[in-house]
């Protein structure tokens, strides 16, 4: 989810993410560190927000629906994360 924020232009930040999907901070700073998975009415806010946008990639990580635009800004800002040793998220416990 983090990886969606900054290839959506939020990098700096979660707050205005937070705030542009119409959702809690809470709630995405719990969906991004993957204390929480991301519900149903949470995913479809985003997909009515982010042109392109399959709520499966967050489940599963299958890309194979996203817009091809999508998906190179999502491995783009997904790299720039390993480059910076930013942690990766853990696992809910609804994922174990």
Do not use: C, K
């Amino acid at each position: 989810m983090r990886a969606l924020r900054r290839a959506e232009g939020f990098a700096d930040s979660s707050s205005r993410w937070a705030h542009y999907l119409g959702l809690q901070d809470t709630a995405v700073s719990n969906y991004e560190t993957g204390f929480r998975r991301v519900p149903r009415d949470a995913a479809l806010r985003i997909r009515e927000r982010v042109p392109g946008f399959d709520p499966v990639w967050l489940w599963t990580g299958d890309e194979r629906a996203l817009p091809v635009a999508l998906r190179d800004r999502l491995r783009a800002a997904e790299e720039a994360e390993r480059a910076a040793g930013e942690p990766e998220r853990r696992l809910s416990r609804s994922e174990r």
